[in-house]
């Protein structure tokens, strides 16, 4: 069992930059891969982003890209999401997941089987 630990969330004024941290323990951070999903008041969870396993294979929602990068110290069971230029419309929970039994990346909230607790993030226009 994998649990996951958010940080770095925050308040930041729009055009700002937040670098949020998930770490991992219970289980070696090998073999899995890992995403961001995030979730603002009356809305659905959504993809942010993923990193594979296999190949260090990185995905984005169209929003996102050109502006967040989401990337792993396997050393340290650590996946991060640098956060630039952020906009009113990224204020929301931020949540790390792992797909503990699958390498391979995922859009999809339900492929992934442990969460964190979630991070808050708060834009000011």
């Known amino acids: 069992q994998v649990q996951l630990v958010e940080s770095g969330g925050g308040l930041v004024q729009a055009g700002g930059s937040l670098r949020l941290s998930c770490a991992a323990s219970?289980?070696?951070?090998?073999?899995?891969?890992v995403g961001w999903f995030r979730q603002a008041p009356g809305k659905e969870r959504e993809f942010v982003a993923s990193?594979?396993?296999?190949?260090?294979?990185?995905y984005y929602r169209g929003s996102a890209k050109g502006r967040f990068t989401i990337s792993r110290d396997n050393a340290k069971n650590t996946v991060y999401l640098q956060m630039n230029s952020l906009k009113p419309e990224d204020a929301a929970v931020y949540y790390c997941?792992?797909?503990?039994?699958?390498?391979?990346?995922?859009?999809?909230?339900?492929?992934?089987?442990?969460w964190g607790q979630g991070t808050q993030v708060t834009v000011s226009s």
């Open positions: 997941a792992a797909r503990t039994y699958n390498p391979y990346a995922s859009y999809n909230a339900w492929d992934y089987d442990a």
């Open positions: 219970g289980r070696t951070f090998d073999n899995y891969a």
């Open positions: 990193h594979a396993w296999i190949g260090g294979t990185t």
